[in-house]
């Protein structure tokens, strides 16, 4: 008789821990889309600033990572960026040139794009000349707060 207390006892636990788990998969997923700059998320932001600095970059074009994350989407997005003026010392086209304006684009049904940045020859200067990169998104794609600016260093 013992025997079979516990044993309905037993069940009861097991059916009452059991039977109650949430499911999490949609809590965790992120539905919003957000961009960022790749080198903001694996770098550590300089000291005294809200961005990490990028070694310096060598003479020609390069590109700089956009992650997006949340939903991939079905059709290809053109995105926003700004050169933050406040931030920067370099000279548009003294230093450096934007090659697709402020423009970049995510493919359709891919989380990745890229910021292109052509840098100049000129003459080198004893100060550190840096250009701050700044995501801007649109009104379908926020950039993250925490990594949408990255630093460059031209010389």
Known sequence: MMKKYIYLMLM??????TSCFENYE???????????????????????????????QALGEAGYQVNMFGEQLPQPVNLEFRVDAEASNA????HYTLPND???????????????????????????IVLVLELVGNEQVEASYNHKRIGVVLN
């Open 12 to 17: 009861g636990i097991m059916a009452l821990t």
């Open 26 to 56: 949609e809590r965790y997923l992120f539905t919003d889309q957000r961009i960022e700059f790749q080198e903001a998320v694996v770098r550590n932001n300089a000291p005294g600033r809200d961005y990490p600095l990028l070694p310096t």
């Open 91 to 94: 000279i548009e086209g003294v």
């Open 102 to 128: 402020n423009f970049f684009e995510i493919e359709a049904n891919s989380s990745f794009g890229e910021v292109l940045v052509e840098r100049l020859e000129f003459d080198e200067e004893e100060d550190q």
